[in-house]
């Protein structure tokens, strides 16, 4: 089973700029990889997917700031964010894409966007 663990969050300011990491325990290179995040009191969302091969898509709320690429040969995940919100605040997961992959979820990582 393929482990998968979140860093890099912080308390950033708006309009600031934060990198996310999602270290893998395995090879992931075969698999369309995501982030999702979850604000307090809210569902855990969708923020942005990447295909195998690095096709993309992003959530409406942050298509055009925030950026997923991978490193397989890394076995990572990023998420790069930018010009970022206070709505922006949230527990970000990487997970597999794939629905019947995600058998577990990690601590996740904090992002706070606060001036």
């Known amino acids: 089973q393929v482990l998968l663990v979140e860093s890099g969050g912080a308390l950033v300011q708006p309009g600031g700029s934060l990198r996310l990491s999602c270290a893998a325990s395995?090879?992931?290179?075969?698999?369309?990889m995501a982030w999702y995040r979850q604000a307090p009191g809210k569902q855990r969302e969708l923020v942005a997917r990447?295909?195998?091969?690095?096709?993309?898509n992003y959530a409406d709320s942050v298509k055009g700031r925030f950026i997923i690429s991978r490193d397989n040969t890394k076995n990572r995940v990023y998420l790069q964010m930018n010009t970022v919100k206070p709505e922006d605040t949230a527990v970000y997961y990487c997970?597999?894409?794939?629905?019947?992959?995600?058998?577990?979820w990690g601590q996740g990582t904090q992002v706070t966007v606060s001036s």
């Open positions: 990447i295909s195998p091969g690095g096709t993309t």
């Open positions: 395995g090879s992931i290179s075969v698999n369309a």
């Open positions: 997970n597999f894409a794939i629905l019947a992959l995600q058998f577990r």
